[in-house]
């Protein structure tokens, strides 16, 4: 976990950019090489630095999402990998930074966490379509030990960064509170 990663501004500036952009759902993005915002998020030496320190070199943005779980609507993210689809694309070297616009945890829906999941190599994921859920996708089930599931809890601002193969998901958002989070993935460059 990163404190404070986006001040209060930035976080204000964020949420009033998903605004502007078309509703898809839980999912809500934009071309980085159209979106002014984006493209002047992923230059930020802050985030830029973190990439930087996890992937050991000089890095490039290659993606940037909002997910928004909604009050008492939001619905789960069945536990999954970033690692196999990733390198279906041929990334190979890369990392996710979540940042919080609002409070965020077990009770809105939070991001879960399988603490040491990383070391199992990337996992190819299956639909999973039964219930509505933020991906359509999961990783196998058997492969994920719930028990060992750790709650990531995050303040406006504060960021998780993970690597591509530790396996993380999240309940639906079942309070009063919405739970929005912009997610930044950067790669070796």
Known sequence: MVPALLDAPA????????ATLPA???LVTA?????PFFADLVARPALVGVATEVLGGAVEAFGCTYVV????????????????PWA?????QAVSIGIALDDAGPANGGLLVIPGSHRLAAQPLRPATEEPNTFGVE?????????LAVPVVLAPGDASVHHPNLIHGAGPNR?????TTLVVRYRRG
């Open 11 to 18: 976080v204000a500036a964020a949420r009033d950019h998903l």
């Open 24 to 26: 898809t759902g839980a």
């Open 31 to 35: 071309p980085l090489d159209t979106d």
């Open 69 to 84: 779980k909604a009050a008492g609507t939001g619905v789960a993210t069945r536990w999954h990998q970033d690692g196999h």
């Open 88 to 92: 279906a694309r041929g990334i190979d």
């Open 139 to 147: 990783i196998d089930p058997a492969l994920v030990d719930e028990s």
């Open 175 to 179: 309070s009063d509170r919405p739970r």
